[in-house]
């Protein structure tokens, strides 16, 4: 697999932390540009150097993946010379988080599956049980689904806290982080909600704004048709008045749909991959007895 640095500046000690966690514990060998470590400004480089990592990476045959370093910003700038056609023969897993949002938005759009879930710079702290369901998802161990009612296994779902609106729905699971997917509207690289699970998470956005990144979706249609909603960390962003994630579920229960919270993925040690662009089941029952609010990879997860 490959590391690519296509947003901030990752520190080397950090990146070494995740190598590490990949080689040690994964199995996997792991390869990278030596210019991965490059800083200009908030850029892992300048556009030219990132780009050319990212095509290299992606043109690689013998790479079953790559994670992206850190997050920050960055991606954006990338979008309109991704070509994911470099990423379907043999189809390859993109992993990552936060800024990387923007990538997984336009490889989604283009009908690529890919994980977001741990950056290299956090492996280091993710949790033990984060790193076994993000192993499982990139091996392919997860056959054997669990049955409706059970707590997931490692790789065929994750459990939430809350109900936010009772129901079931299943679609193709996208999103990430609220403000990327906000700054992503009137953009080519949006992917089509209708018809979607909306996954959400951020983290340092306070109440207000993630009212703001919200209202911007629904008001400009992006959230039309959406089947249901679930929502994941919303890290250091309560303001002493009110908590994001209060914000977040306000808004989410008035768009009428299936929506359950608390799930473990976002900007915390506890951050679950999930499968973007594959099909996913929320459950949000309307009795304890019928089990957890959960969310269900229903198609497995196939790069």
């Known amino acids: 697999m490959r590391v690519v640095a296509p947003s901030g500046p990752i520190e080397r000690e950090a990146l070494e932390q995740g190598v590490a966690v990949l080689r ?3 199995g996997l060998e792991v390869r990278m540009r030596p210019d991965i ?31 992206c370093a850190r997050g920050g910003y960055g991606a954006t700038r990338l979008l309109p010379r991704l ?38 710079s956090t492996l280091g702290r993710t949790t033990p049980e984060a790193r076994e369901h993000l192993k499982a998802l990139l091996f392919g161990h997860t056959d054997a689904l669990p049955r409706l009612r059970d707590a997931p296994r490692p790789g065929t779902g994750c459990v939430g806290t809350g109900v936010i609106r009772p129901g079931r729905a299943s679609g193709a699971l996208l ?6 997917l906000a700054h992503l509207c009137g953009t080519p690289w949006l992917p089509p909600m209708a018809g979607a699970v909306l996954f959400l998470e951020d983290v340092n956005e306070k109440p207000y704004k993630l009212d703001r990144c919200l ?10 048709g959406v089947r249901a909603v679930c929502v994941g960390q919303f890290t250091a962003c309560d ?25 473990a993925a976002g900007h915390e040690p506890a951050n679950f991959a999930l ?13 304890p007895e019928e089990g957890p609010p959960r969310l269900l990879f229903e198609q497995g997860a196939v790069a």
């Open 24 to 26: 040690d514990e994964f």
């Open 37 to 67: 470590v490059a800083r200009q400004r908030y850029l892992a480089g300048d556009d030219a150097r990132r780009l050319e990592e990212w095509r290299e990476a992606a043109s690689d045959l013998e790479t079953r993946a790559l994670f």
């Open 83 to 120: 070509e994911p056609t470099r990423l379907l023969h043999p189809p390859r897993w993109v992993v990552g988080f936060s800024d990387a949002t923007a990538i997984h938005a336009a490889l989604n759009r283009a009908g690529l599956v890919t994980l977001h879930g741990p950056l290299v």
């Open 175 to 180: 999103g990430g982080s609220l403000t990327l």
């Open 215 to 224: 209202t911007q979706l629904r008001l400009s249609g992006a959230l039309d």
């Open 239 to 263: 303001d002493g008045e009110q908590s994001g994630a209060e914000a977040v579920r306000e808004l989410v229960r008035a768009l009428g749909v299936p929506a359950i919270e608390g799930v």
């Open 275 to 287: 499968p973007l662009g594959s099909v996913v089941a929320v459950i949000a029952p309307a009795a």
